[in-house]
């Protein structure tokens, strides 16, 4: 879903800040 929405539109920085904040958030809590 977040790939595709990124495809659609240009990311800025703080959506690619974003997503890595969330990410690697998601995978350390795991």
Not at 5 to 27: C, M, T, W
Request: glycine residues 14%; charged residues 5%.
């Amino acid at each position: 879903m977040l790939i595709a929405l990124s495809a659609i539109h240009q990311p800025s920085v703080n959506e690619i800040g974003l997503f890595y904040v969330l990410f690697f958030g998601g995978v350390g809590a795991t």
